[in-house]
């Protein structure tokens, strides 16, 4: 596995990849062995301009690789139905791929999504309207939903 820093708007950006980029971090610090290419350059482009306002879908979904069991897979690509500057709830995501019952299950994939920008997690609310969790804190996901609102 290799690793792509970046510094963005919220944090240090860290990429993992190897044939495709594996999943996307918000960490502490970076690490003096980072080994960008020209993907890894042209997710966080996209990612910049989407921190910046300046776009709101991704074109880059083929260089990117979602691990993780077939449920989780089809959770995280539920994901990009959300569109820009909306909000969904774990309910409605687990009715949208035919799994009524399990938002529990949902919520748990949603909770492990490895693109936390480009799959939009932070639009996923809690049925009563609150905020609910984030991986990054809730503070990075409020920011998230306020660019896109």
């Known amino acids: 596995m290799k690793y792509a820093f970046y510094k963005s708007r919220i944090g240090i950006l860290k990429f993992s ?80 791929i035919n799994r009524k019952k399990a938002t529990r299950a949902v919520a748990n994939a949603i909770g492990r999504n490895p693109f936390f920008i480009i799959y939009p997690c932070h639009r996923v609310i809690r049925s009563d309207g609150k905020i609910g969790g984030f991986a990054y804190g809730v503070e990075v996901k409020r920011f998230l939903l306020k660019l896109e609102s």
């Open 17 to 96: 990849y190897d044939k495709k980029i594996e999943s996307i971090s918000l960490v502490k610090k970076s690490n003096a062995l980072s080994e960008r290419t020209p993907a890894t350059d042209k997710v966080f482009g996209q990612i910049e301009e989407y921190l910046r306002g300046e776009r709101k879908e991704f074109t880059i979904y083929d260089l990117l690789e979602i691990m993780g069991t077939d449920f989780q897979k089809e959770v995280i690509k539920e994901l990009r139905n959300i569109p820009y500057g909306e909000k969904s709830t774990y309910k409605k995501v687990a009715k949208n």
